[in-house]
């Protein structure tokens, strides 16, 4: 069976995509899946140090489109997984380098002998993202549970909409549980009555994806990420697996839940 | 200060709620594209036009939009003067 395309975009910048691209590919080749992750932020490359590959890059996907290497010269594979591999972007041009129907072109090139590819999409609505999404056959908006991300996803999604690429899916990412159950963040049913778009993962904040990316190796690599759990429910949930969401419930604090009663005032409904 | 509040059990929205409705505000008018001073003019205009026909409440008139999943509507409540069903 060909690949499944899936754009990874955001709108606002600082979301989590890159982390999010790197972790779900991963977690998808855990599962066997032959997975590409294609890094289409031009320019501003990171899908590599996150995947703790940028050693190893000779060329990159602007080399590809202009002709100085083959497809899969640019394509570099994964250290721990034999079936999971990265096209760079350039870090020395812009977003002018690559046109939508170049990308077009690459996936159709590498659909036949793939399960996934992932293309990590620039930040913002311009040319980056237009570009990112033109050989998508799906969209995944990755937000966080904060007002700005929020009003730039409902953007996305109306664009993506537009594009005829819809409709998107949501992944709401760094959720506090804590900050939730107090009463002090929005929770995913609140992101979810806003967006109104088909929810496929909630990724909750845990200070192992930094130190993972420090690494250079994806929490969904470590089992006692409760993050990379999440992003392993994602992948699951991308081929099909009805796998029920988390709720975190649990996880907020026992203070957490003694302030909550001495309070009182059930605020946090 | 706001836990001497909480302690006394004085009512205060929380921020996720704060945050939930502005969001909410904010987006009807990105979605269409409307900004809160063009609602105050069409509210003016739309006054100028029924009250040429009609006696109506002015300050009573409310315009604004109602959002539902992904749709919205603009909606016009324009109560009529106080003695409009009373005909003289």
């Known amino acids: ?269 | 200060m706001s836990w001497f509040k909480r302690l006394r059990g004085e009512p205060q929205p929380s921020s996720r709620d704060t945050a939930k409705q502005r969001l909410q505000l904010v987006l009807v008018h990105d979605r269409n594209q409307i900004s809160p001073g063009m609602i105050e003019l069409i509210k003016d205009e739309i006054i100028a036009v029924i009250s040429k026909h009609i006696e109506i409440d002015t300050a009573g008139v409310q315009v604004s939009f109602t959002h539902g999943e992904r749709e919205n509507k603009l909606v016009a409540d324009i109560p009529l003067a106080d003695g409009w069903r009373t005909r003289k």
Do not use: W
């Open chain 1, 1 to 269: 069976m060909p690949a499944r395309v899936i754009t990874i975009t955001s709108g606002k910048g600082g979301v989590g995509k890159t982390t999010t691209t790197a972790n779900v590919a991963v977690a998808l080749a855990l599962l066997g899946k032959r997975v590409v992750c294609l890094d289409a932020d031009i320019g501003l490359r990171n899908l590599d140090v996150v995947l703790g590959l940028e050693n190893r890059i000779v060329y990159d996907v602007v080399d590809v489109i202009e002709g100085r290497c083959k497809l899969r010269q640019a394509m570099i594979k994964d250290k721990r997984l034999s079936e999971l591999y990265l096209l760079p972007a350039s870090q020395k041009r812009d977003k002018s380098a690559v046109k939508p129907d170049d990308l077009v072109k690459i996936c159709l090139d590498l659909r036949p002998d793939h399960d996934f590819v992932l293309i990590d999409s620039a930040a913002g609505i311009e040319e980056g993202f237009r570009t990112a999404i033109a050989p998508a056959d799906e969209v995944i908006i990755v937000t966080n549970p904060e007002v700005s991300a929020v009003r730039d996803a409902d953007r996305i999604v109306g664009l993506v909409e537009a594009a005829e690429k819809g409709p998107a899916k949501l992944i709401v990412n760094r959720l506090k549980p804590e900050l939730v159950q107090r009463g002090d963040a929005l929770d995913t049913s609140d992101v979810l009555d806003i967006l109104a778009i088909e929810l496929i993962g909630i990724v909750p904040e845990d200070e192992l994806v930094l130190i993972s990316t420090n690494r250079g190796t994806p929490a969904a690599l470590d089992d006692k990420s409760r993050a990379g759990m999440s992003f392993r429910n994602i992948a699951r949930r991308l081929t099909g697996e009805d796998v029920p969401f988390e709720s975190f419930r649990e996880e907020a604090n026992v203070f957490g839940r003694f302030a909550k009663f001495l309070r009182g005032d059930g605020r946090t409904s």
